[in-house]
């Protein structure tokens, strides 16, 4: 066994976290780790790493067994460039290789010294378990699999985005080749083309896999089991995602059915004592049910997860037939074409996805189609009776309590009424009065799901809204989705939404739009693209021209810009080193709520931080030549 886990328990104060965990892990497994947020998926990742002591039980490495760790923090040498940081994946072989020289020379001078052959034996055994003599063919392999061709090999470190240093982190542990590989949600920032290598990839890996992921389409793709942390207790599943949703709905159904069962016995257990314990003729006997009823253990209920939620999208007035039409609509940022020439026809009840890599304009797309911003040229039209729902990709977080959110728009609604509603998006209880400005990134968006439900709009305009969501919202989501019988466009990477809704797909790529069937006809394509083309060389377009005021202009709005997005990654980027540090204090490891708290905290700060990258990156491939 690489890995075994024997009746551990992990509290911190008095909250337990893991209570009795059972596990196991071998070679070639692949374990899908899930769980409600908080429920101690973290916690169970970081005791199976050594970073946390168990409070009672043990944690079991075997002998010789490497694990590599996949961080959503992960650490890059920032005075490397992208290759050399492949190459210290390597380091062990390459230090032998060197010492291997050392020895090559000595023997040529004691050609049967031992201790040189045995010396010369174990570096070559380094050596050989790397690989190392094809490290160059591997490190250009991985590389290329996620989105780094040759022309990205000189790359300084400190250039790359948040997005890429997760996938550089990756291509390196990959090339380690650990016998355990441990992946915090490995699927980020990557595009259709570079998941499925990645998939591909895993399912050929020799060793065994232990993955947190909300991605239901990776889980089932790669996953043969499933560990799921529920109530501080871990229970596993044969097979992948799909294959453990009806051995947990069967599980569940069985347990109510014998909770039902004991009920039911101790009702009638109850009801005869009752009758009987007064009567002389038959005192006896009652007293020999009321021994049987205090003995008698009553099954618990099915754990009602707080993730099941159920809600609908409805709306109260219909819209003419056309909802929706753009001619020839042109979409730029800054002087980069963004949409060319865009014509769109969208009817009542249609639902179409927005897809694409980063940084290709969805987001702008959608908000000129919403009105928020303004295209470059083209027209627009919504039709008659249009009311829209916007959700954006990134929630503003607000003053005031989770209920004065709901009760400042709706004054009208009482607080039973809105305390009903707040419930079935899991803020329960004292969690109405929680200051909006704590919430994290997933109580965030449903909230805002929340108040989509009271504005009933017939059209939703939906960008990115399954971030920050684990698999069972997601799950809850989708539902919604699909039950909707309003017009919807939406943005989203997430590719068992696209395969369930079955809608058409406008793909967005270097400023062409192409529509798909459907998700099946996308990944079809995907498959059938050269695996290292990344895109067309962009033919060079004439610039329009500008009068040397309005260049100094443009160029000083974009320095100030760029200044200004320096300042905030580098301002963000202190906050992510205090909060990691913090991870490890001990007013954080042993109180867990301010541990998940501070953990969502840490995710909405590197998803800012991104985006920054992001647009940086943008202005730097735009403008270079005003930035030097």
Same mark, same amino acid.
């Given at each position: 066994?690489?890995?075994?886990?024997?009746?551990?328990?992990?509290?911190?104060?008095?909250?337990?976290?893991?209570?009795?965990? %059972?596990?196991?892990?071998?070679?070639?497994?692949?374990?899908?780790?899930?769980?409600?947020?908080?429920?101690?998926?973290?916690?169970?990742?970081?005791?199976?790493?050594?970073?946390?002591?168990?409070?009672?039980?043990?944690?079991?490495?075997?002998?010789?067994?490497?694990?590599?760790? &996949?961080?959503?923090?992960?650490?890059?040498?920032?005075?490397?460039?992208?290759?050399?940081?492949?190459?210290?994946?390597?380091?062990?072989?390459?230090?032998?290789?060197?010492?291997?020289?050392?020895?090559?020379?000595?023997?040529?001078?004691?050609?049967?010294?031992?201790?040189?052959?045995?010396?010369?034996?174990?570096?070559?055994?380094?050596?050989?378990?790397?690989? !190392?003599? +094809?490290?160059?063919?591997? =490190?250009?392999?991985?590389?290329?699999?996620?989105?780094?061709?040759?022309?990205?090999?000189?790359?300084?470190?400190?250039?790359?985005?948040?997005?890429?240093?997760?996938?550089?982190?990756?291509?390196?542990?990959?090339?380690?080749?650990?016998?355990?590989? =441990?992946?915090?949600?490995?699927?980020?920032?990557?595009?259709?083309?570079?998941?499925?290598?990645?998939?591909?990839? $895993?399912?050929?890996?020799?060793?065994?896999?232990?993955?947190?992921?909300?991605?239901?389409?990776?889980?089932?793709?790669?996953? +043969?089991?499933?560990?799921?942390?529920?109530?501080?207790?871990?229970?596993?599943?044969?097979?992948?995602?799909? !294959?453990?949703?009806?051995?947990?709905?069967?599980?569940?159904?069985?347990?109510?059915?014998?909770?039902?069962?004991?009920?039911?016995? !101790?009702?009638?257990?109850?009801?005869?004592?009752?009758?009987?314990?007064?009567?002389?003729?038959?005192?006896?006997?009652?007293?020999?049910?009321?021994?049987?009823?205090?003995?008698?253990?009553?099954?618990?209920?099915?754990?009602?997860?707080?993730?099941?939620?159920?809600?609908?999208?409805?709306?109260?007035?219909?819209?003419?037939?056309?909802?929706?039409?753009?001619?020839?609509?042109?979409?730029?940022?800054?002087?980069?074409? $963004?949409?060319?020439?865009?014509?769109?026809?969208?009817?009542?009840?249609?639902?179409?996805?927005?897809?694409?890599? +980063?940084?290709?304009?969805?987001?702008?797309?959608?908000?000129?189609?919403?009105?928020?911003?303004?295209?470059?040229?083209?027209?627009?039209?919504?039709?008659?009776?249009?009311?829209?729902?916007?959700?954006?990709?990134?929630?503003?977080?607000?003053?005031?309590?989770?209920?004065?959110?709901? #009760?400042?728009?709706?004054?009208?609604?009482?607080?039973?009424?809105?305390?009903?509603?707040?419930?079935?998006?899991?803020?329960?209880?004292?969690?109405?009065?929680?200051?909006?400005?704590?919430?994290?990134?997933?109580?965030?968006?449903?909230?805002?799901?929340?108040?989509?439900?009271?504005?009933?709009?017939?059209?939703?305009?939906?960008?990115?809204?399954? %971030?920050? $969501?684990?698999?069972?919202?997601?799950?809850?989501?989708?539902?919604?989705?699909?039950?909707?019988?309003?017009?919807?466009?939406? =943005?989203?990477?997430?590719?068992?939404?696209?395969?369930? &809704?079955?809608?058409? =797909?406008?793909?967005?790529?270097?400023?062409?739009?192409?529509?798909?069937? +459907?998700?099946?006809?996308?990944?079809?394509?995907?498959?059938?693209?050269?695996?290292?083309?990344?895109?067309?060389?962009?033919?060079?377009?004439?610039?329009?021209?500008? %009068?040397?005021?309005?260049?100094?202009?443009?160029?000083?709005?974009?320095?100030?810009?760029?200044?200004?997005?320096?300042?905030?990654?580098?301002?963000?980027?202190?906050?992510?080193?205090?909060?990691?540090?913090?991870?490890?204090?001990?007013?954080?490891?042993?109180?867990?709520?301010?541990?998940?708290?501070?953990?969502?905290?840490?995710?909405?700060?590197?998803?800012?931080?991104?985006?920054?990258?992001?647009? #940086?990156?943008?202005?730097?491939?735009?403008?270079?030549?005003?930035?030097?």
């Amino acid at each position: 066994m690489y890995i075994t886990l024997q009746k551990v328990n992990k509290s911190f104060g008095a909250e337990p976290v893991l209570c009795d965990v %059972n596990a196991t892990l071998d070679r070639q497994e692949r374990i899908g780790i899930i769980g409600e947020n908080g429920a101690g998926k973290t916690t169970l990742i970081r005791v199976i790493l050594g970073e946390l002591y168990v409070d009672s039980g043990e944690v079991t490495l075997g002998r010789g067994v490497t694990v590599g760790y &996949l961080a959503q923090n992960a650490a890059l040498d920032t005075e490397l460039c992208i290759y050399e940081e492949m190459r210290t994946a390597y380091a062990p072989a390459l230090a032998a290789m060197a010492k291997l020289r050392e020895l090559e020379a000595a023997l040529e001078q004691s050609p049967h010294d031992e201790s040189l052959l045995n010396a010369h034996a174990e570096a070559t055994a380094v050596i050989d378990a790397q690989d !190392a003599y +094809n490290m160059d063919v591997q =490190i250009k392999k991985v590389l290329s699999g996620l989105e780094f061709g040759p022309e990205t090999y000189d790359k300084p470190i400190p250039v790359l985005s948040g997005g890429e240093c997760t996938r550089l982190q990756l291509a390196k542990l990959l090339l380690q080749n650990p016998d355990v590989l =441990i992946l915090d949600e490995p699927t980020n920032h990557l595009d259709f083309a570079t998941l499925e290598w990645l998939e591909a990839y $895993l399912n050929t890996y020799a060793g065994a896999i232990l993955t947190v992921s909300h991605d239901r389409y990776f889980l089932d793709a790669v996953t +043969n089991r499933i560990w799921e942390m529920e109530e501080n207790e871990l229970h596993i599943y044969k097979g992948n995602y799909s !294959a453990y949703l009806p051995q947990k709905e069967a599980e569940r159904a069985l347990q109510q059915k014998q909770h039902d069962a004991d009920v039911a016995k !101790a009702k009638k257990l109850e009801d005869y004592v009752a009758r009987n314990l007064v009567r002389a003729s038959t005192t006896k006997m009652a007293q020999s049910r009321r021994k049987q009823l205090e003995k008698l253990e009553i099954t618990d209920r099915p754990h009602q997860q707080g993730y099941e939620l159920k809600f609908q999208f409805e709306y109260d007035l219909e819209p003419y037939e056309d909802v929706l039409t753009t001619k020839k609509l042109e979409v730029v940022a800054g002087t980069k074409p $963004l949409v060319n020439s865009l014509d769109l026809a969208v009817l009542r009840g249609d639902k179409l996805i927005i897809a694409g890599p +980063n940084g290709t304009g969805k987001s702008t797309l959608l908000k000129v189609l919403s009105g928020q911003l303004r295209a470059k040229s083209g027209s627009i039209k919504l039709g008659s009776g249009v009311q829209l729902g916007y959700f954006e990709q990134q929630q503003r977080r607000r003053g005031g309590r989770v209920m004065d959110a709901i #009760w400042d728009k709706w004054p009208k609604m009482s607080e039973l009424e809105i305390r009903s509603l707040l419930a079935r998006f899991n803020f329960k209880g004292e969690e109405v009065f929680k200051e909006v400005s704590s919430l994290s990134g997933g109580e965030l968006s449903r909230l805002r799901f929340a108040e989509l439900l009271l504005e009933r709009p017939n059209m939703l305009l939906l960008d990115e809204p399954t %971030n920050h $969501l684990d698999i069972y919202t997601r799950e809850s989501l989708g539902k919604a989705l699909m039950a909707y019988t309003g017009t919807l466009l939406m =943005i989203t990477h997430d590719r068992y939404l696209m395969k369930s &809704l079955g809608c058409p =797909i406008l793909y967005l790529e270097n400023g062409q739009a192409d529509f798909y069937e +459907n998700f099946a006809a996308l990944a079809a394509h995907s498959a059938s693209a050269m695996p290292t083309k990344k895109a067309e060389t962009e033919k060079s377009q004439d610039k329009p021209s500008v %009068n040397a005021k309005e260049e100094r202009r443009l160029k000083a709005e974009v320095r100030a810009r760029a200044k200004t997005l320096e300042t905030e990654i580098e301002k963000l980027a202190a906050d992510i080193t205090e909060m990691e540090n913090n991870l490890s204090l001990p007013e954080y490891t042993t109180d867990h709520v301010k541990l998940g708290e501070l953990c969502d905290a840490l995710e909405d700060a590197r998803f800012a931080q991104q985006e920054r990258y992001d647009e #940086w990156e943008k202005l730097l491939e735009e403008h270079g030549d005003w930035l030097g």
